[in-house]
């Protein structure tokens, strides 16, 4: 059974920081570009960050870019995704995803979802 879980979400101030875990079963991650994903409250899922399956290439958002980083070892099947500098602006229910469809963060190429860890920019 696939699946993903996804932790280390909570409640930060403007200007912190998160590192964000996803833990993923039932499937080896080595063969899939990764991607976070988030959804704020009202919105649409958005795409956060991406990384390619075995070159270490990665994308963001720009509204991330130079905030976040991506990473992933594949021996664990996790990956991360840690946030810094964290504004109001973030605060969503964050995804970890997999696809072997293209190398992007677009929600349109992910299926799989775990139940999302929520995270909330608030002093």
């Known amino acids: 059974q696939v699946q993903l879980v996804e932790s280390g979400g909570g409640l930060v101030q403007p200007g912190g920081s998160l590192r964000l875990s996803c833990v993923a079963s039932g499937f080896t991650l080595d063969s899939y570009n990764i991607g976070w994903l988030r959804q704020a409250p009202g919105k649409e899922r958005e795409g956060v960050a991406c990384?390619?399956?075995?070159?270490?290439?990665?994308v963001y958002a720009s509204s991330v870019r130079g905030r976040f980083a991506i990473s992933r070892e594949n021996a664990q099947n996790t990956m991360w995704l840690q946030m810094n500098n964290l504004i109001p602006e973030d605060t969503a229910v964050y995804y970890c995803?997999?696809?072997?469809?293209?190398?992007?963060?677009?929600?349109?190429?992910?299926?799989?979802w775990g139940p999302g860890t929520q995270v909330t920019v608030s002093s």
């Open positions: 990384i390619g399956t075995t070159d270490g290439s990665v």
């Open positions: 995803s997999a696809n072997r469809g293209g190398f992007s963060a677009s929600p349109l190429l992910y299926d799989n």
